[in-house]
């Protein structure tokens, strides 16, 4: 079924990127016609950890909305007043929210919008097409639907990274960590022994909670490092999540951002807060104590080989020390994988774009490694023979190899890169050749080119 209008905005994916980008369209007075799908049946934030106890990472006044308008109705303050429980929550003098707390946050904030999204609908293929109009965009989904737009905003979040050893096994027993609660629900099964792989926050936070649970009786840490390891919360660090540091990062060369994000790893990548890693310490301490294996630490250490064993009931791991190169075996009921999600680049594991660009590749600028060259304002120059407007794309929440650390998926700055997106959309249109009427050689219109110059 194709839905005949042609919409100023097309919206992939209804999480808090695009969420925010919907407060900021509304907030700034955007008149154009909006449309944001989502894969998911209604709104949710990462529901599939939205594990007990679990806080969040990031100051809940940088929400939405409040870093570019304090007075604005969308605030995490005015929600937690909207509820009866602003003076509780003063009260409570905690450091962050509850992971849950926030999602109610978000959803609260996502009720305002229910008439522009369309949940249940996975976006499948993106593509220029042929419109009476003109050139435009073309989304499809999976359930047959198609919408067509002038400007596209992709904020579906990264792809979950599976290990190449675990591709093959990955099934009920075996799963990303994007998949825990529902696929831990489907178990049956008592006295589960269950792996989690990676050092991330994730993967603590899913050990202590398997600790939790009275069908496993053991749970066994997999890593490649020494052990959890603390996150660098310094403020000078966390600088990077301020708009002024991408100012910084965005122009420089790429050998200079690949040994930043190098360096500054440990602000998101396998590594953990305080408060997780003293638990765990603690729980430890206790089993040792009282001689209980219930916990094992499986440290310097990774999965070199996933067999099926005892007639397919269990997952046999070979399990390699990464220093000494011993191997030794572990059966597992269940492996879950907090190995984090897929970067965008030119490493082994990375994905060179989202592969909703794959339909539009042709028709994207790409910069000197062959990569989507994307601008200051998030968007992607799209070749374009002619259209009612100049076609936009705009990757909201993807751009952590040319924007910085801040955009591997932090809700710190959302508000202030929704708003560099509005404004960019808000200027004044480009004017696109009417058919037949000379393309320039380079196929890009007069506003791309100017941001393509650049990137050069
Ligand atoms: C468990 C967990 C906890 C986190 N906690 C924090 C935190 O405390 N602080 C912090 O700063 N960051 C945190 N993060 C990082 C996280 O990436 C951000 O919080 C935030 O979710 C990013 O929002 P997003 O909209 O970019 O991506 P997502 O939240 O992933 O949302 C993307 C949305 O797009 C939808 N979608 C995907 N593909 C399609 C498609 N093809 N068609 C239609 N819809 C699609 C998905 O269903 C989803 O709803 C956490 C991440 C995880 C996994």
Redesign the pocket.
């Known amino acids: 079924m194709t839905d005949q209008q042609i919409y100023s905005v097309l919206g992939?994916?209804?999480?808090?990127?695009?969420l925010s980008l919907a407060v900021t369209l509304e907030e700034l007075g955007w008149t154009g016609r909006s449309r944001f799908?989502?894969?998911?049946g209604d709104f949710?934030?990462?529901d599939e950890?939205l594990i007990a106890g679990a806080d969040?990472?990031?100051n809940p006044f940088r929400d939405l909305t409040m870093p570019r308008d304090t007075g604005s109705r969308y605030t995490f303050v005015n929600y937690l007043a909207s509820q009866g429980r602003l003076t509780d929550y003063l009260h409570l003098n905690a450091k962050f929210p509850l992971?849950r707390e926030y999602a109610g946050y978000l959803r609260w904030v996502a009720d305002a919008f229910r008439g522009s999204v369309d949940y249940g609908?996975?976006?499948t293929r993106l593509s220029v097409v042929d419109s009476p109009a003109g050139e435009v965009f073309r989304l499809e989904t999976g359930s047959g639907r198609e919408y067509l737009g002038e400007k596209v905003v992709i904020?579906?979040?990264r792809s979950p990274r599976i290990p190449a050893v675990f591709q093959r096994s990955l099934g009920p027993s075996v799963f990303h960590a994007?998949r825990y609660l529902s696929s831990m629900r489907r178990l049956n099964g008592r006295d589960l022994k269950v792996a989690v792989v990676g050092g991330s926050q994730?993967a603590i936070e899913i050990v202590l909670d398997l600790l939790n649970r009275p069908d496993v009786g053991q749970v066994v840490s997999v890593q490649r490092g020494i052990g959890f390891r603390l996150k660098d919360t310094s403020p000078y660090s966390r600088r990077v999540f301020l708009p002024e540091f991408i100012d910084y990062f965005y122009p420089l060369p790429s050998e200079a951002k690949q040994r930043i994000r190098a360096e500054l790893r440990s602000i998101n990548y396998a590594a953990c807060d305080q408060d997780v890693i003293d638990r765990l310490a603690s729980v430890q301490h206790e089993y040792e104590l009282m001689g209980s294996d219930r916990l094992r630490m499986l440290t310097f250490s990774e999965v070199a080989e996933v067999t099926p064993h005892a007639g397919g009931a269990v997952n046999r791991l070979t399990v390699r020390d990464v220093n000494h190169g011993t191997l030794s075996a572990y059966d597992a009921d269940v492996v879950i994988l907090a190995t984090g999600f897929r970067d965008f680049g030119l490493g082994p594991d990375d994905e060179h774009y989202h592969p909703?660009l794959e339909g539009v590749a042709d028709r994207l600028a790409l910069n000197d490694y062959g990569l989507p060259a994307v601008a200051r304002d998030y968007s992607v120059p799209v070749r374009q023979s002619y259209g009612p407007r100049p076609l936009r794309l705009y990757l909201?929440?993807l751009c952590e190899a040319s924007h910085g650390m801040g955009d591997a998926?932090?809700?710190?700055v959302l508000s202030a890169r929704s708003t560099d997106i509005v404004e960019s959309l808000m200027l004044e249109p480009d004017v696109v050749p009417e058919r037949d009427g000379g393309l320039p050689a380079d196929g890009l219109v007069a506003g791309e080119r100017l941001r393509d110059e650049a990137l050069r």
Request: net charge neutral.
């Open positions: 992939v994916g209804f999480g808090p990127a695009n799908v989502e894969r998911a949710q934030w990462q950890q969040i990472q990031n992971r609908e996975s976006a904020g579906t979040g994007t994730s909703l909201n929440g998926g932090a809700l710190a």
